[in-house]
């Protein structure tokens, strides 16, 4: 009986470690996503893709990558295929009065925080020099309100791998 119980115990630490929210996720051909409050990895649904595209001018072509979801929290990560980081931070700092943007000095990654349509939205894209491709990885909290640029960066360290 206590083999059984022993047993079973290790069998559900097992399970709740593989299904951790430290579990890492992977997008694109080499980047990881970190979940940090919970956010499970959602199936693109045609409401999730509206959703997604409400970010971006339409003529931007900026895929849909990885949708994630927790109860505060929405993760979009997206591609751009045909803009490199200046001309994206160019056009994007153009939606809806952003708030806060600031391009790095070596024009490799950016930060954009503003309102676009009645969302508060925290966008970082960065180039990845691994996979040759430029993500862009939209945040929107449920609280829907400004976030310090400084505690914005702090996130994206713990959840962005490259």
Not at 11 to 17: D, H, P, Q, R
Not at 93 to 104: A, E, G, M, Y
Not at 108 to 123: E, H, L, P, S, T
Request: charged share 25%; hydrophobic share 45%.
């Amino acid at each position: 009986m206590l083999k059984q119980i022993f047993i079973a115990f290790f069998l559900i630490g097992i399970s709740v470690n593989v299904f951790s929210q430290d579990a890492l996720i992977r997008f694109g051909k080499t980047q990881k996503f970190k979940p940090l409050h919970k956010e499970t990895e959602k199936k693109i649904t045609p409401i999730a893709y509206k959703a997604y595209s409400k970010l971006f001018i339409d003529s931007m072509e900026v895929p849909l990558n990885r949708y994630f979801e927790s109860d505060s929290l929405l993760v979009f990560i997206g591609v751009s295929f045909k803009y490199n980081i200046e001309k994206l931070f160019s056009l994007l700092s153009n939606f809806d009065n952003p708030v806060t943007k600031v391009i790095s000095p070596k024009k490799d990654f950016f930060f954009i925080q503003g309102y676009c349509a009645k969302a508060f939205v925290n966008r970082y894209a960065y180039y990845s020099k691994k996979d040759k491709l430029t993500y862009i990885v939209n945040y929107t909290f449920a609280a829907n309100k400004k976030m310090e640029l400084a505690d914005f960066e702090k996130i994206i360290n713990q959840t962005i791998i490259k």
